[in-house]
Nanobody, 117 residues
Framework: QVQLVESGGGLVQAGGSLRLSCAAS????????MGWFRQAPGLEREFVAE???????YYADSVKGRFTISRDNARNTLYLQMNSLKPEDTAIYYC???????????WGQGTQVTVSS
């Protein structure tokens, strides 16, 4: 059974940095696309970044140039380095994977990121 566990969230001041991790277990994910999403209070979940199985990365315009997605296939871990954080980045951050699917079909429980002004 696939399990994704996020960590690394917390409270940080505007302009600060955090690094999120997503540890996957149950299967190796080296051949699959993985991504980060976030959901702020009262809003729908939105795309943040994706790491294709090939290593190609995609970002939402709102985080481009500030966030970096990376993966360590040997450790089955996905990362999100977040720099120059803004209060509007406050949200629960989720990692997800497309296992043998064109859509994200496995999700973690999320980690809270709060950015104070």
């Amino acid at each position: 059974q696939v399990q994704l566990v996020e960590s690394g969230g917390g409270l940080v001041q505007a302009g600060g940095s955090l690094r999120l991790s997503c540890a996957a277990s149950g299967r190796t994910f080296s051949g699959y696309d993985m991504g980060w999403f976030r959901q702020a209070p009262g809003l729908e979940r939105e795309f943040v970044a994706e790491s294709e199985w090939s290593g190609t990365a995609y970002y939402a315009d709102s985080v481009k140039g500030r966030f970096t997605i990376s993966r360590d296939n040997a450790r089955n871990t996905l990362y999100l380095q977040m720099n120059s954080l803004k209060p509007e980045d406050t949200a629960i951050y989720y990692c997800a994977v497309k296992y043998s699917s064109s859509k994200y079909n496995y999700w973690g429980q999320g980690t809270q990121v709060t950015v104070s002004s």
